[in-house]
């Protein structure tokens, strides 16, 4: 990992996220040549925000690892509710642990915290931004069910808008040849302008659908998500939103028999529980190939040497980011910086919002 910490899956290269899902087969196959690996380390899980597979599977690959671990899942029985900020919570945990894990509603949020923790920060999802490790367990998923991350069909259906595994997914994907997606959601919640940069920059083909009939069968992947309540700016907003895409045995009946259905999970009602029983169903399977990646992970992160990222040449930018998701908003204390993105535009440091 180029920075030492996993924010964004650019953080690594193809060839070791390709090694990733390499160690995270093996350790799904021979689990006990691993007991011992991470002896003597801690995990920290910050969890800002609800969670039950992606911090659990942390905490479960850590214990499997035969390491330990620390943390809270609920801000409120930390310090952060008498008003401490994340600088001086991160600066703190991270001289207790070996790596942190954390997750936070707000978008760049995990970029903040590597300025200044002491040990290697991961990303367990920041806001509607990214989720770098969903993805690691997506790419693992699809390699063991298609057998290959090349060439595929991909529809991503449901809040493309605020679910920030769609964007990881796209982000990752994108990197394979021969990918090519169909992004199915209404207007309202169609993908943010920095994944379609994304997605002009590497040449894929993909094109915006409005229903799943429409293409459910031509798909090799159907990746479906939750329409994201929370990040709503109002509760009316998401009411016109709520149920828009439900995929039930109907649909399915014009989908391909080598389809394969994904889903980070939770699931509310966008995926009939009848089609749970279909083998083309994977999304259990996926959740239960999170904890393996997670584990070759916490493993490839735990060997190698972390620098801290304190002497990253940073670009001061004068105006704050127009985003009001961004975490710059709310940690007043940090500072405005920007970095380049793929088509060379100056972005937010933080969220990727560009100036
Ligand atoms: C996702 C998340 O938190 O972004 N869940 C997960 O990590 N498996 C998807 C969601 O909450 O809808």
Not at 299 to 328: A, G, H, V, W, Y
């Amino acid at each position: 990992m180029s920075s030492g910490h996993l924010i964004d899956l650019n953080d690594c290269t193809v060839n070791e996220w390709e090694a990733l899902i390499k160690l995270a087969s093996d350790i799904r196959l021979n689990p006990h040549d691993y007991i011992h690996r991470c002896e003597g380390k801690i995990m920290a899980t910050l969890f800002y925000e609800p969670s039950t597979r992606t911090q659990m599977s942390f905490q479960a690959a850590m214990l499997r690892l035969g390491g330990q671990i620390i943390g809270f899942d609920n801000p409120v029985n930390s310090s952060v509710s008498k008003g401490e900020t994340l600088k001086d919570t991160i600066r703190i945990v991270s001289g207790y642990s070996d790596i942190i894990v954390m997750r936070h509603p707000q978008e760049g949020s995990a970029k903040a915290a590597s300025l200044f923790s002491l040990c290697p920060i991961v990303n367990a999802g920041d806001g509607g931004h990214l989720h770098p490790t969903q993805t690691i367990t997506d790419l693992v998923t699809l390699s063991s069910v298609k057998g290959r991350l090349t060439d595929l069909q991909i529809g991503l259906c449901g809040d493309l808008k605020y679910g920030r595994t769609v964007h990881s997914l796209i982000k990752a994907m994108s990197n394979f040849k021969g990918n090519s997606f169909y992004l199915i959601s209404t207007p309202e919640l169609s993908i943010p302008l920095y994944i379609k940069e994304v997605l002009d920059a590497s040449g894929c083909t993909y094109c915006k659908v409005n229903s799943l009939d429409e293409c459910i069968g031509e798909l090799d992947v159907l990746y479906m998500t939750r329409i994201q309540r929370e990040r709503f700016a109002t509760p009316e907003e998401y009411e016109k939103q709520r149920g828009v895409y439900i995929l039930d045995i109907e649909k399915l009946k014009k989908a391909r028999e080598d389809l394969s259905i994904l889903h980070p999970l939770p699931r509310l009602d966008e995926i009939e529980i009848a089609i749970d029983d279909d083998s083309r169903a994977v999304y259990f399977r996926q959740a239960a190939y999170g904890m393996y990646a997670r584990m070759a992970l916490i493993l490839k992160m735990l060997e190698e040497d972390f620098t801290d990222s304190k002497d990253e040449k940073l670009l001061i930018m004068q105006n704050i980011c127009s985003n009001p998701r961004c975490i710059i908003h709310s940690e007043k204390y940090l500072k405005s910086f920007y970095k380049f993105n793929e088509s060379n535009h100056p972005i937010c440091l933080y969220c990727d919002e560009k100036l």
